[in-house]
T-cell receptor, first 114, second 109 residues
């Protein structure tokens, strides 16, 4: 089955700890994205990557970091510098980068930091 | 990037046709219009995409007037399972993607 996997589904961390969210795709897509969603809000773009070893900041990159060492993987690290990290995190991929390309989303990771 | 404006929320009774309009006055020549559907605690799912005139698939229709400054997503005979948030995206390739807040559709029995 082709698709995007995110793990874990739920994640709990103490304030001050860094945490890494996993995102893997087997769709052979070049582009990958990370979004954050807060209750009742839309999706906000954190980082995106057009190709391996390249990524760009989205609208709310502060306090987050990413890497794209493999085509299939785009992990997101939520650092202790992120002021309000509790949110629903969604990873997506598409054949190319941009709104014209259909994005395929993973099931999401709900992160709670206390 | 083209800015989009769509209603925050809409209510509809089961069995009715629902039309959600998105305004995008500064759409560029190379931009496409794409709609996604999102259920609670899930990622959005692609519904339909168009460039001009009308596009129809098994789920919805998309109407785009000649000036392309707006578009209307039409959902025929909605059911309770169509209760979701619907996002209108406008853009082409190699541009930052912006989802916005979307339109929350509530289908009433």
């Amino acid at each position: 089955d082709g698709g995007i996997t995110q793990s874990p589904k739920y994640l709990f961390r103490k304030e001050g700890q860094n945490v890494t969210l996993s995102c893997e795709q087997n769709l052979n897509h070049d582009a990958m994205y990370w979004y954050r969603q807060d209750p009742g809000q839309g999706l906000r773009l954190i980082y995106y990557s057009q190709i391996v070893n390249d990524f760009q900041k989205g609208d709310i990159a502060e306090g987050y970091s990413v890497s794209r060492e493999k085509k299939e993987s785009f992990p997101l690290t939520v650092t202790s510098a992120q002021k309000n990290p509790t949110a629903f995190y969604l990873c997506a991929s598409s054949q190319g980068q941009g709104a014209v390309y259909e994005q395929y989303f993973g099931p999401g990771t709900r992160l709670t930091v206390t | 990037l083209a800015k989009t404006t769509q209603p925050i929320s809409m209510d509809s009774y089961e069995g009715q046709e629902v039309n959600i309009t998105c305004s995008h006055n500064n759409i560029a020549t190379n931009d496409y219009i794409t709609w996604y559907q999102q259920f609670p605690s899930q990622g959005p799912r692609f519904i339909i995409q168009g460039y001009k005139t009308k596009v129809t698939n098994e789920v919805a229709s998309l109407f785009i007037p000649a000036d392309r400054k707006s578009s209307t997503l039409s959902l025929p005979r909605v059911s309770l399972s169509d209760t979701a948030v619907y996002y209108c995206l406008v853009g082409g390739g190699y541009q930052k993607v912006t989802f916005g807040i979307g339109t929350k559709l509530q289908v009433i029995p």
